[in-house]
């Protein structure tokens, strides 16, 4: 594949197609638009937020984001490429591309019409996922014509797929701007100390209504949400990185390694040790 562009948005064109290759910390911060947003992730793996949901993500996914859900990627630093950069492909496209689409070719009425009824996140798998990959990877060398021509293959594969993940719900509230708010706290300050003061000052409510919204809002309680938050970044750590389990220990805000221990092989059923060997086996394998 050639070597990527950044293909910025034009306005007359019905979608735009961007292929970024960039330094992992230059991505853009949590943000919404108005547009759909079909995501690919070429290189990197880390954390990301679509819209009430923050989990770990890897190389090879592929997501669809529908107008008006928040969302951004943290890549982590020591998962790129050798010129030390991570990179991606989007495609956004506005509503009114479907509904001309719709409405210009009746062949497409009912693929179009399985897309815009989904309003969640959706992450493709399997088959889907693999045919998707193809078709963007052709579209950088590609011309307008070309690259409307997959697409429209594109948009077939979605609507048809039966391998997808709901990543993201969509929901109406009110708080949804000081939730996010939260996310992006326990993603820049998880690997330290945080007590139930300091999250609820910055949620501006008092830490007995800060507690009780969180699990309304969540299902969860911000300590138990805290804790898994951590298992999960020190298994990517475990995995990628080759620091030692004390170190992953700190880095993730934990603090006493036999707490760490006890905590990592409840919720995963082995110690941190083993889950390593297990998963650096697999993905040797792979």
Known sequence: MKKPKY?????????SFEHV????DKQVPLHQQETWELAYIITGSGTRIIGDVVENFSEGEIILIPPDIPHCWSFDKNTHDKEGKIENMCIFFKSKFLTNLKNFYPEFSKSVAKIEENMNALSFHGETQNKLQKLLKSMPSQNPA???????LILNH???SESTTIVSHTKE???EDKLHEIYMFILNQSHRAISLDEVAQIAGMPKSTFCLFFKKMTGKSFVTYLTDFRIESSCQMLIKTKMSVSEICIATGFNDIPYFNRIFKKAKNMTPTEY????SAIEKQN
């Open 7 to 15: 293909y910025p948005s034009k306005s007359n064109e019905t979608f």
């Open 276 to 279: 390593r060997k297990t998963n």
């Open 21 to 24: 290759h960039t330094k992992f």
């Open 173 to 175: 509230r009110k708080n």
């Open 158 to 160: 979605i609507s048809s």
């Open 146 to 152: 070309e690259r409307l021509s997959s697409m429209i």
